[in-house]
C-alpha cells in the first residue's frame, strides 16, 4: 500500500487529500499532506485524468472504458458520462477532463482529436476544435484559466490553442522547450494568479 506504479495525474482535494491515479495498478490512490497512503479509492480502466468538482465529486477520465467516471468523495462509483462512439456524445479514448465553472465537462477526445462537452448532468451539448483555425490535431490536455478560458495541448500540432468558454477559436501558441526549440505539450497547471503552466517535452 502506497507504492505508485505509473502515475500519471494528482490533485489536492479541499479535505487536504492528494488523490494519484496509477496507470500501472489502474486505481485511484489517497494520500494524506505527510505522504501517507490512505488506501485505494477506486479501481480504474486505464485511468489517466482527473478533476474536481464543487461538491467534491472526483471525475476521472478512463481511457480504456471510453468514459468519464464520477466518484464520491470516498471513491463510490456514482454514474458514468459517455460511452464509445466516434460521433457526436461518443468518446473513444479520452485522454483529459476539465470542469467549467458552470459545472460542465470539457473533454479531451482523442480518437476524434475534439474536446466534448457535456452539461453537469452528463448531456452532450457539442464539441470544438474540429474546424477552421482552431482545428486540433492530437490533443492531450484541457484545462481552464481563471478568466474562464479552455487552454487545449495539441501534442501533435506542437502547439496549444486557446478557446473563449463556449469553444471559439481566439489563439494559437507554438510550444517551445526551455532553450527556444519546438516541443511538444503535454501537461497544464493553472496558477490562481492567471498563469498557465505547460510541460513541454522536446519534438522528436
Not at 487536504?16 to 486505481?27: A, I, S
Not at 486505464?46 to 471525475?59: F, P, Q, S, T
Not at 472504458?65 to 461518443?90: E, N, P
Not at 487552454?151 to 477559436?169: I, P, R
Amino acid at each position: 500500500m502506497g507504492d505508485l506504479n505509473g502515475p500519471v495525474a494528482a490533485i489536492w482535494t479541499d479535505d487536504t487529500r492528494l488523490l494519484v491515479l496509477e496507470l500501472g495498478n489502474e486505481r485511484l490512490q489517497a494520500f494524506d499532506a505527510t505522504g501517507r497512503s490512505l488506501g485505494t479509492l477506486a479501481s480504474t480502466e486505464r485511468g489517466v485524468d482527473l478533476a474536481l468538482g464543487g461538491d467534491g465529486a472526483i471525475y476521472v477520465a478512463e481511457s480504456n472504458a471510453h468514459r468519464i467516471s464520477v466518484l464520491s468523495k470516498d471513491g463510490r462509483a456514482q454514474r458514468t458520462i459517455g460511452s464509445f462512439g466516434t460521433d457526436g456524445a461518443g468518446l473513444n479514448g479520452p485522454s483529459s477532463v476539465a470542469l467549467a465553472a458552470d459545472g460542465a465537462l470539457h473533454v479531451v477526445d482523442a480518437g476524434s482529436a475534439s474536446v466534448k462537452v457535456f452539461s453537469a448532468s452528463g448531456r452532450f451539448t457539442g464539441s470544438y476544435g474540429t474546424s477552421g483555425n482552431g482545428r486540433l490535431v492530437g490533443p492531450r490536455a484541457v484545462r481552464f484559466d481563471t478568466e474562464g478560458r479552455a487552454w487545449v495541448a495539441d501534442a501533435f500540432a506542437g502547439s496549444v490553442v486557446v478557446y473563449d468558454g463556449e469553444g471559439t477559436y481566439l489563439t494559437r501558441i507554438t510550444a517551445r522547450t526551455i532553450d527556444g526549440k519546438p516541443g511538444v505539450p503535454y501537461a497544464l497547471c493553472p496558477l490562481e494568479s492567471g498563469t498557465m503552466y505547460v510541460a513541454v517535452t522536446a519534438a522528436g
